[in-house]
């Protein structure tokens, strides 16, 4: 795969790639490339940071992750379902957008086989991947100033579990009581990178 590479700092390394697929391959190749000798491997949409590489150049990084296959995030760390309400507001906002009914909604997301790519704007809050290109919705033009904890949500190409209350500009599909993060636990986050997700109704 075409990888970009951006240095930062002295020791740590940004790697580019075109999309979500090939930046999970790139983050499973820098790991079992890297190993210990990075202090950190950061997955994102289309880059991963590797941080506090030693006793590897950046070229033979960037070889190994170059010959990794992009078939998509792989299972790695377990499942998990997710029980959910589909009674969120703009369920038919996103009914319109697939040219579908609401009910064809429910049944399409439940479908769907999903994996975490990566985490981030809150603790506990996955990206998870697996939804069709012809599925991707654009973000609210305003954001909520409060989304509800447990809102089920999509933007772009990725399903969102909202883990706490927080502004957010994603459509929201549904509601579900399960913990998505919880500081005393170990690990505090229900869903990392590799965890399969399925989303199945309840009334």
């Excluded at 969102?160 to 500009?169: K, L, N």
């Amino acid at each position: 795969m075409s990888v970009r590479v951006l240095p930062c700092g002295g020791s740590s390394f940004l790697l580019e790639v075109d999309d979500v697929p090939r930046a999970y391959a790139a983050v499973t190749a820098a790991l079992a490339a890297a190993g210990a000798s990075a202090a950190d491997v950061v997955p994102a949409a289309r880059t991963v940071l590797v941080d506090g590489l030693r006793g590897m150049g950046a070229e033979a990084l960037v070889e190994a992750v170059a010959a990794a296959r992009a078939d998509g995030p792989s299972s790695g760390g377990g499942r998990v379902e997710v029980p959910t309400v589909y009674d969120g507001e703009d369920l038919d906002v996103v009914a319109r957008h697939w040219d579908m009914t609401r009910q064809e909604v429910v049944a399409t997301h439940t479908g769907l086989d999903l994996v975490v790519a990566f985490c981030g704007f809150a603790p506990g809050f996955a990206y998870l991947s697996g939804m069709a290109e012809r599925h991707s919705v654009p973000r609210r033009d305003s954001p909520r100033p409060r989304v509800p904890a447990g809102s089920v949500a999509v933007a772009g190409e990725f399903t969102g579990v909202y883990p706490r209350a927080s502004p957010g500009g994603w459509l929201l599909l549904g509601r579900t009581d399960l913990v998505l993060w919880d500081p005393a636990a170990d690990p505090p986050a229900l869903l990392s990178p590799g965890t399969r997700v399925r989303f199945v109704e309840v009334r």
